[in-house]
């Protein structure tokens, strides 16, 4: 009787867990085995215009309580995303997959986003505002004028459903100020939240990967306070037609249980993915499953968002 199914944008998906971008989703052999598995759908690794080799390796380490990643947006460009997108959608017309992108420069974003909008894709657009690796390049959503700039110009011609990824904020001023720009747009979810940027791992005397004297993004254990902060901040700040897809710290399905509990519609998965292979969606689904029998719940609309406070 208990349901893990859940809704973005209308569309419908079996399970709420799915990869995190950057995840198993690099090529069409990975997304394939995704798709296979017990997900509920997948999103792309976030596909720039043209191929890209990325940063030198070691650009990804698993370390004790999550991974750490500098992998310089190495992706196989838009048109192979798309065009295995445009095949699938055809092959599997009942179910809707996700297709993360990004430009090297605003110029760039919007070339992309036009090729979207002008494709015969029917699936949701996550427009990736949080990459911390690309030297020389900020994180976009660390800059408000920016970031709102960028998305008055998307929706004057973009009218598909489109979410974006965010960082991960730390104040809640910043919150507040995040939240009123992306109440103006008529953005269909914000997945919350990124890696947690420029962390620094050292083992011995040396750090783990080579870009950026060992810089890198932390996922896992590390930064689910941090993520489920993030979701329930934006869930409490955003109008309701704004869903929220939560991301980060996600190992069991108590994890995902509790970023329901703070408003997420959809869990993503990451490092623990990346460290456990597809096999952690079962898991992790089975996991949540008992604890809503446990609790006496049905569906995620019983639970969700429903974190209580301590009067
Ligand atoms: C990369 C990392 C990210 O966290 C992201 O959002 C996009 C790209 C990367 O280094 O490839």
Same mark, same amino acid.
């Given at each position: 009787?208990?349901?893990?199914?859940? !809704?973005?944008?209308?569309?419908e998906?079996?399970?709420?867990l799915?990869?995190?971008?950057?995840?198993?989703?690099?090529?069409?052999? +990975?997304?394939? /085995?995704?798709?296979?598995?017990a997900?509920?759908?997948?999103?792309t690794?976030?596909?720039?215009?043209?191929?890209?080799?990325?940063?030198?390796?070691?650009?990804?380490?698993? %370390?004790?309580? /999550?991974?750490?990643?500098?992998?310089?947006?190495?992706?196989n460009? @838009?048109?192979?995303?798309?065009?295995?997108?445009?095949?699938?959608q055809?092959?599997?017309?009942? *179910?809707?997959?996700?297709?993360?992108?990004?430009?090297?420069s605003?110029e760039?974003?919007?070339? %992309?986003?036009?090729?979207? !909008? +002008?494709?015969e894709?029917?699936?949701?657009?996550?427009?990736?505002?949080?990459?911390?690796?690309?030297?020389?390049k900020?994180?976009?959503a660390?800059?408000?004028?920016?970031?709102?700039? %960028?998305?008055?110009?998307v929706?004057?011609?973009?009218?598909?459903?489109?979410g974006?990824?965010?960082?991960?904020?730390?104040?809640?001023?910043?919150?507040?100020?995040?939240?009123?720009?992306?109440?103006?747009?008529?953005?269909?979810?914000?997945?919350?939240?990124?890696?947690?940027?420029?962390?620094?791992?050292?083992?011995?005397?040396?750090?783990?990967?080579?870009?950026?004297?060992?810089?890198? /993004?932390?996922?896992?254990?590390?930064?689910?306070?941090?993520?489920?902060?993030?979701?329930?901040?934006?869930y !409490?700040?955003?109008?309701?037609?704004?869903? %929220?897809?939560?991301?980060?710290?996600?190992?069991?399905g *108590?994890?995902?249980?509790?970023?329901?509990?703070?408003g997420?519609?959809?869990? !993503?998965?990451?490092?623990t @993915?990346?460290?456990?292979g597809?096999?952690?969606?079962? *898991?992790?689904?089975?996991?949540?499953?008992?604890i809503?029998?446990?609790k006496?719940?049905?569906?995620?609309?019983?639970?969700?968002?429903?974190? *209580?406070?301590?009067?």
């Amino acid at each position: 009787m208990v349901s893990t199914k859940t !809704q973005i944008a209308g569309f419908e998906f079996d399970n709420c867990l799915m990869n995190a971008a950057g995840v198993a989703c690099m090529t069409i052999e +990975e997304l394939e /085995g995704v798709k296979n598995s017990a997900a509920g759908t997948f999103v792309t690794k976030t596909a720039t215009l043209d191929f890209r080799q990325g940063n030198t390796e070691p650009r990804y380490q698993d %370390i004790p309580l /999550g991974s750490i990643n500098s992998m310089g947006l190495p992706n196989n460009g @838009l048109d192979y995303y798309l065009d295995y997108l445009l095949d699938l959608q055809e092959k599997e017309p009942n *179910r809707t997959f996700f297709l993360s992108l990004v430009g090297m420069s605003p110029e760039e974003t919007h070339t %992309i986003l036009k090729k979207v !909008q +002008e494709s015969e894709f029917r699936g949701l657009t996550e427009l990736n505002l949080s990459c911390p690796n690309v030297p020389g390049k900020p994180q976009i959503a660390y800059d408000f004028e920016t970031t709102d700039r %960028i998305l008055a110009e998307v929706f004057d011609y973009f009218t598909k459903p489109l979410g974006i990824k965010l960082p991960p904020y730390f104040d809640i001023v910043h919150f507040d100020q995040a939240a009123a720009i992306f109440n103006k747009y008529p953005l269909k979810f914000v997945n919350c939240v990124n890696s947690i940027g420029n962390g620094l791992y050292i083992e011995d005397e040396s750090v783990v990967i080579r870009p950026k004297n060992g810089f890198g /993004g932390i996922g896992g254990e590390y930064i689910k306070p941090t993520a489920l902060a993030n979701v329930h901040a934006f869930y !409490q700040r955003l109008n309701p037609q704004i869903q %929220i897809i939560g991301t980060g710290g996600v190992l069991t399905g *108590r994890d995902a249980f509790e970023h329901i509990l703070c408003g997420a519609s959809m869990v !993503q998965v990451g490092t623990t @993915l990346h460290k456990e292979g597809v096999g952690a969606f079962d *898991r992790i689904t089975n996991e949540l499953k008992t604890i809503m029998e446990e609790k006496g719940y049905e569906s995620l609309e019983d639970f969700r968002g429903k974190l *209580r406070y301590i009067d």
